[in-house]
C-alpha cells in the first residue's frame, strides 16, 4: 500500500478507534445527591460540565431529563450480544420505564452512560464498592463521539474536493480556496519541508494535511455548545498518535534502525546502554503526542465549563459579569489553541517520519 493512502487511512484508523472505545471516557458511578430531594446548584452543574466532557449516545440539545423537558438528538444503538446483533434508537431508552429496552427477547439498561444486559425491570446488580455487576454486550453505537468524527471526516472530502475542483478549472486560488490555500503551503513549506526533508516530503503530505485539518477541525467543532469533545476523546487521539507511531515505522530506512539498535559513531559498550534507551523512545514518542493533543483540549474544556459555572453560582451581578467576560477571553484562547494543537501534532508527526527516512554519511 502506497503511502499516499493513509491521508484517508488517518481518518478510517481514528474513527474505528473512537467507535470501538466509545465510552472509553465514561466512569462507572452513582449519585451524590438525595434521590428524594432537589439537586443542589453545584451537582447540577457538576452534571451538565461531566455531561459535556463524555461521550453519550445522544445529543442534548436543552431541558433536563429528570423533569421530562429534556429534548435530545438520538443517534444509533448497536449491540452485539451472544451472537445476535440489537438496532434501535437511543430514543428507546428515554422513553422506556427505567431505561430498559427489550430487543430480541433480551433486556438492555442505559445507566451512567453505559449499557447493560438486564431483566424486565431493569435490575442493576453491584458490587461492594457499588459498581454494576450486569453482563454489558458489545457496544458498536454511533455515539457522539463517532458521529462527529465522521461528520469531520466527511467534511474534508467535501473540502479538499471542492478546492481539488477549483484548481482544475483555473490555477487562480478561487472561493474557499483562497482561505485553504494558505493553510496548505503552511504545512508544505514550514511543517513537511524543513522537518522531512526535499527527497521524501511529498509521499507524507497526504497523511499531514489530513492529521492536521482533522484535528483542527475537531477543536473547532469542540467549541460549539453541543459538547462535541473529539480530540478531547483519549480513544481518537489514541488512533491517530499510532498511525504517526506505524507510518514511522514502516518507512524507516537502515540508518533508522541503526541508530535505534546500534548506534554508530559510539563506543561498543554505550551502544548496549544506548539500545534500550532508543527502543523506548519509539513508544514513548505516540504516547506523548496522544497524551498532550488530549490533555490540552480536555483542559480547556474543563477550565470553560468551571468557570461558566461560577456564573450560576455567585450571585453578585459584578461577579456575573467578571466571569462572562473570563469565560469570552478563554474561549477566544481557546480559539488559538484549536489551531495551536493541531499545529503541533503535524509538526511532531513530521520530525519523526523525517528521522526515519533520514539518510546519513558515517565516515
Known sequence: MQIKRFGFLAFLFALSISWAANASDSHDSHDDHDEHGEKSIKEQIAEVKEHHLKDSHSFHLWGDHANGTSVEFPLPVILWDEGTIHFFMS???????????ESKGSYFRLYHSKIYKTDAEGTITYDEHHHPTNAKPLDLSITKTVFSTILVGLLIIWLFGSVAKNYRKDAVP??????????????????????IGEKHYK???????????FIWIANLIGQTPLGINITGNIAVTLGLALITFFMTQ??????YWAH??????????????????EILGMFVKPFS????????????????????G?????????????F????????IIELLVAFLQAYIFTMLSALYFGSAVEEHDHH
Open 174 to 195: 478561487r472561493g474557499i480556496s483562497k482561505f485553504i490555500e494558505p493553510l496548505i503551503i503552511l504545512v508544505r513549506d514550514d511543517i513537511a519541508r524543513p522537518n
Open 250 to 255: 514502516f518507512s524507516g530506512k537502515k540508518d
Open 203 to 213: 509521499k507524507f503530505m497526504p497523511y499531514l494535511l489530513t492529521v492536521f485539518f
Open 289 to 308: 503526542l496522544m497524551i498532550r493533543l488530549y490533555a490540552n483540549i480536555l483542559a480547556g474544556h474543563v477550565v470553560i465549563m468551571s468557570i461558566i
Open 310 to 322: 461560577l456564573i450560576f453560582i455567585f450571585s453578585a451581578w459584578g461577579a456575573k459579569g467578571a
Open 324 to 331: 462572562f467576560g473570563l469565560t469570552f477571553f478563554l474561549s
Open 91 to 101: 430514543s428507546a431508552f428515554h422513553h422506556a420505564e427505567n431505561e430498559t429496552v
Open 260 to 277: 535505534i539498535f546500534w548506534m554508530p559513531g559510539v563506543p561498543y559498550l554505550m551502544r548496549v546502554v544506548l539500545m534500550p534507551i
